[in-house]
């Protein structure tokens, strides 16, 4: 049951951890070449010239230099050991192997070499003779419990539990006894099935701490797990006697009787936890977790899980994780978008830095376009979660939709002062385009193409940036219409049926003057025109358009359809009619 197995996965990471350490232990240092006697110049200076080639990353310039060592001194254990690591990396593993042995073989007191090669077998996948080599380790320096602990899980991954068993004997004479050692004991003796010697080793170090709670609870497990039921309810009724608040001890004879069927008891215990304003929040979420586990395995009546959520939070008021959880489970079960948003205020009113109730209920407001309740909500956000560029871009986006356009501007001058390296640049790039039309549209022409090329620099097809910069471009008296026409026709490759995009590069294409190309595609933005859209600007473009193919009557046509649409620029248009008409 629980409380067991996390003692268990505990001990086992100790352990883990501990082999890892060892793969860095260095029990004895290596003999330089002048330590073994070797004199000749020449090999001196190629050895550590290889060194200083490995230390500075050049590692193909050192790989050469030990091969050359090696024709100057056939028997150098040291250059052995690292062309075997060389080897190694190369996927040569024979070879790799073979001077991993030569190494050791040609200095078996160097300790160094021993456990490179254990360390080889390991990785090899050859446990036996990786057992067999820090067997050897061991015997050499007694001191080294970190290879004993390496053993431990040798033994354990063949299975031999007398090993185990051995060699925890050892770490213990090193070490001395520990609750650890004791653990892992006991866990030994029931892989071999000895439940006898499992039970006696955990009895005594239950006994050995007579007061402490926990030891109570493992027995009470291991009985439990090990079908001694009644047993296993006197040692949790006993370590209740002893700490009666102890949410442990109440987790635990919760478990028991509910596994037990004895559902009115469980759920005393259950709510003794859930009820308790001093029961960690950790333990009451893990609580409610089961709580609607049980529930949608019996039928998942919500009403049933809201009430105990209601009762959690009338007797912890102050605790926003349940009323989070309480929010997320009314969204799981699709409850009314009024409710669950209240339910999303309350978790504010706990803890209002939460940044992901916040973000919901912003969602749920943009659906109904409360410009104002985003505004509200989106200004102490600036406040509480100051790194969440996501509030600026709604604030800014309501402020835009209300018109307001140097509010909105400045919240997105906020966002872009956020940004690092970690944020997300689709929606970096949404906010210098944002402010790029913001800008174009208060007469900040160089601001405005400043932030258009920030937001085509963090993400280059940014489909919706491209056609308002490029026609934006195409409108200056000084056009630079080759950028203009570039960027235009990357919007119509991604989306060839866009009447807007459409517009925008026949109206390029027509100040280029390349008149029969732009009668081209403005006639296929006509032929996508949305009929609810205000088309106006668009059958302006075409009248200009056809006029300039010496289409007098067509022209005349669309600029008369542009101001039947509302066209904001209807003096222009009625001159350019009555100039043109027969």
Same mark, same amino acid.
């Given at each position: ?118 360390q080889w077998y390991i990785q090899s996948g050859n446990y036996a003779q990786a057992t067999t080599a820090y067997e050897h ?34 770490? #213990? !004479?090193? *070490?001395? @006894? =520990? $609750?650890?050692?004791?653990? /892992?004991?006991?866990?030994? +003796?029931?892989?071999? %099935? ?45 370590? #209740? !006697?002893? *700490?009666? @608040? =102890? $949410?442990?001890?109440?987790? /635990?004879?919760?478990?028991? +009787?509910?596994?037990? %069927? ?214 200056e008296e000084d056009a630079d219409l080759g950028k203009a026409e570039t960027m235009s026709l990357k919007t119509i490759v ?89």
């Open positions: 049951m629980r409380i067991f197995r996390k003692h268990i996965a505990s001990l086992l990471a100790v352990i883990i951890i501990a082999a890892l350490s060892a793969c860095s232990h260095s029990a004895s240092r290596m003999l330089t070449p002048s330590e073994r006697g070797i004199h000749s110049p020449e090999y001196q200076y190629f050895y550590l010239e290889a060194v200083r080639q490995a230390n500075a990353g050049h590692h193909d310039a050192a790989f050469d230099l030990y091969r050359h060592c090696l024709s100057i001194d056939s028997i150098a254990p040291e250059v052995y050991y690292e062309l075997g690591a060389y080897y190694s990396e190369l996927g040569k593993d024979s070879i790799a192997q073979e001077y991993l042995h030569r190494a050791v073989s040609l200095n078996p007191d160097n300790a160094h070499y021993h456990e490179r090669l254990a380790l061991y015997s050499t320096d007694h001191s080294r419990t970190d290879v004993l602990s390496i053993l431990l899980q040798l033994y354990q991954q063949a299975k031999d539990y007398d090993q185990m068993l051995y060699t925890l004997d050892r770490i #213990e !004479q090193e *070490d001395g @006894s =520990n $609750e650890q050692i004791i653990l /892992s004991r006991m866990h030994i +003796y029931s892989l071999k %099935g000895d439940k006898q010697s499992a039970y006696a080793a955990l009895k005594g170090l239950a006994d050995e701490h007579p007061n402490d709670v926990n030891y109570k609870l493992m027995m009470g497990n291991w009985l439990y797990q090990n079908e001694r039921a009644d047993e296993a309810r006197a040692m949790f009724l006993e370590a #209740e !006697q002893n *700490d009666p @608040s =102890n $949410e442990f001890v109440a987790a /635990s004879l919760y478990d028991f +009787y509910r596994q037990e %069927g004895e559902d009115s008891l469980s759920v005393l215990y259950r709510d003794k936890i859930l009820l308790n304003k001093f029961t960690a929040s950790r333990t009451k979420m893990t609580m409610m977790q089961q709580v609607i586990r049980d529930n949608e395995q019996h039928g998942g009546d919500s009403t049933e899980v809201l009430g105990v959520f209601q009762r959690v939070m009338d007797a912890d008021p102050e605790n926003a994780d349940i009323a989070q959880l309480n929010a997320a489970y009314m969204s799981l079960k699709r409850m009314p978008e009024e409710e669950v948003n209240k339910a999303l205020f309350h978790v504010l009113d706990v803890a209002p830095d939460n940044a992901a109730a916040r973000l919901q209920i912003l969602g749920s407001m943009w659906k109904k376009q409360d410009w104002d309740s985003i505004i509200e909500l989106c200004k102490p956000a600036l406040e509480y979660n100051p790194d969440e560029m996501a509030f600026c871009y709604y604030l800014g986006l309501a402020y835009y939709q209300k018109d307001d356009d140097h509010a909105a501007l400045d919240a997105f001058r906020r966002g872009v002062s956020r940004i690092n390296d970690k944020s997300d640049k689709d929606i970096v790039s949404d906010f210098y385009a944002l402010m790029g039309d913001i800008q174009h549209k208060l007469n900040m022409r160089d601001e405005a193409f400043a932030a258009y090329d920030s937001c085509l620099h963090w993400k280059p097809d940014n489909i919706s940036a491209l056609n308002n910069y490029a026609y934006y471009i195409s409108v991604a989306e060839p049926n866009n009447t807007t995009y459409l517009d925008t590069y026949a109206w390029i294409l027509y100040k280029q003057e390349r008149y029969m190309e732009a009668k081209q595609f403005i006639d296929r933005a006509i032929e996508n025109m949305d009929s609810t859209e205000n088309n106006a600007t668009i059958l302006d473009h075409a009248g200009d358009i056809y006029l300039a193919c010496d289409e007098r009557q067509e022209a005349v046509r669309f600029w008369r359809r542009a101001l039947d649409e509302g066209s904001m620029d209807a003096d222009v248009i009625r001159k350019k009619i009555k100039k043109y008409e027969k």
